[in-house]
């Protein structure tokens, strides 16, 4: 291993010097070091000071079958001696990238039968974009280019997925959104004055969609598209009146929807898919994250027949295409990692065990005196901190609460992320009843220290 012949101090001084970091403030950064985290298993990391952490995040939403899985690192290892890398360009495919493209054609909902594979979730929205636009072309209608979003979605980091996300502080740098991109709001109940029933707010919401639909006239949107739950932007999870009303207005106006399967893919709420649970036919779906559970870089795009048929019959060439699109040894893991979910029953897992269980659990948290809601679908969960339960009254934004909680929950033993004060989990498929009530018994205890420090 690289890790054994440095100190933690060491590689905390390399890393200031030559590492710039995703979404991170590298001053605040460097002044208190990096945690390093050196080794894994099951459902533990390990970091180089010897703290055993329970992962409630799963990486980052990705290592859904847990860590040190020899059966994954077996197929890497069978697959780079074979044929390490070829590309699927200029004619060309491999066993693994068909092998894989069958595979998710049969655990994928019916419209679904092609699939075309990036390196991430980032590229299989912009991916989209593309697709989206050049259908329309086809079709007749080269006018058709907006489309629609949420605010506070998140569907990547590249210039074309970061506009397609919501999250203000990425459009503030680089001049985001690009054209023909619009958001409307987010069905993200607790956060809105609890006015309306969640139901009522749900079709409320949703019919934002149509409003917008409207404003800039039907023949100018070509798509809508939304994660089934929010992830990044806090576990939001919709009232069920929220993704029919949705679907019944893609319908009406002939739009296609896009169902942003990056975290909800293969399993993680108890179905194959989001879009299962939430009950909408999508157009398209990006995933990567879970498909190889983040044992190696992956994405891609399930495109339905409406579309698909139009591209290869219409299009020529689809002028667009990744080095790594197909990448044999990331497929041959990919499937591994697929055989595993369906051998061990995980999504049946989620659904009937785990699942209802974590929530039972996750849901006792609400009486915690700091917990104004919590809420819970398959295996993605969020608490809300406040300042006073009855009536709501959030902290101010200079406590920093949900951070403040954060760095308690890992002196506690347990990742959560925070999202503005909001906790959220999102454990791995694996997780036992055992540590499912290590995980809340580690959260109970990283709130009633942030009780403490703030409610002194
Ligand atoms: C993580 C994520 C993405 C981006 O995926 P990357 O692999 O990081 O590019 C897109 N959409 C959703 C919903 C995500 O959670």
Redesign the pocket.
């Known amino acids: 291993m690289a890790s054994t012949n440095r100190s933690a101090a060491e590689w905390q001084a390399l890393d200031s010097a030559h590492h710039l970091h995703p979404f991170t403030d590298h001053k605040e950064l460097h002044e208190k070091r990096s945690r390093i985290v050196s080794g894994a298993d099951g459902v533990y990391i390990y970091d180089a000071d010897g703290g055993k952490i329970l992962d409630g995040m799963s990486g980052?939403?990705c290592v859904n079958v847990g860590y040190g899985r020899k059966e994954l690192a077996d197929a890497a290892y069978r697959q780079m001696q074979e044929l390490p890398y070829y590309n699927s360009f200029f004619q060309c495919t491999n066993p693994p990238a068909v092998e894989l493209a069958a595979l998710l054609q049969e655990i994928s909902p019916p419209q679904f039968n092609r699939v075309f594979f990036t390196g991430?979730?980032?590229?299989s929205?912009d991916t989209i974009v593309r697709m989206v636009r050049t259908y329309w072309d086809l079709m007749g209608h080269p006018g058709r280019h907006t489309i629609i979003s949420r605010r506070n979605a998140?569907?990547?980091?590249t210039v074309a997925?970061a506009s397609l996300g919501g999250m203000a502080p990425m459009h503030k740098q680089a001049g985001l959104p690009i054209p023909g991109i619009e958001h409307i709001e987010q069905p993200y109940w607790f956060g809105s004055d609890r006015s309306l029933s969640p139901e009522a707010f749900g079709l409320e919401t949703a019919r934002a969609l149509e409003r917008k639909i409207l404003d800039l006239g039907a023949d100018k949107v070509a798509a809508f598209i939304g994660?089934p739950i929010q992830?990044?932007g806090g576990v939001i999870i919709p009232p069920s009146s929220y993704w029919p009303e949705i679907q019944r207005i893609c319908d009406e106006y002939g739009i296609l929807l896009i169902s942003?399967e990056?975290?909800t893919g293969f399993g993680r709420l108890g179905t194959w898919f989001g879009a299962e649970h939430v009950g909408t036919r999508p157009d398209f779906m990006?995933f990567?994250?879970g498909v190889t559970s983040g044992y190696m870089p992956l994405?891609g795009v399930f495109v339905s027949d409406r579309v698909a048929d139009v591209l290869i019959d219409k299009a020529g060439e689809f002028a667009h295409g990744y080095t790594y699109s197909g990448h044999p040894t990331a497929c041959a893991v990919a499937i591994e990692n697929l055989k595993v979910i369906q051998r061990e029953g995980l999504v049946e897992r989620i659904r009937d065990d785990i699942g209802p269980y974590l929530k039972t659990r996750w849901l006792e948290l609400a009486a915690h005196p700091l917990v104004g809601e919590a809420r819970m679908v398959g295996l993605m969960g969020a608490i809300e901190l406040v300042r006073n339960e009855e009536p709501v009254e959030r902290f101010d934004k200079s406590v920093g609460a949900g951070t403040v909680c954060r760095d308690y929950a890992i002196e506690s033993g347990v990742v959560m992320r925070a999202v503005g004060d909001s906790m959220i989990i999102a454990p791995p498929f694996t997780l036992s009843h055992d540590e499912a009530d290590e995980l809340i018994e580690r959260a109970r205890m990283a709130l009633d220290k942030t009780l403490d420090t703030l409610k002194p």
């Open positions: 980052l939403w991430s979730g980032s590229e929205n998140y569907h990547g980091s997925a994660e992830g990044a942003d990056v975290i990006p990567a994250k994405g």
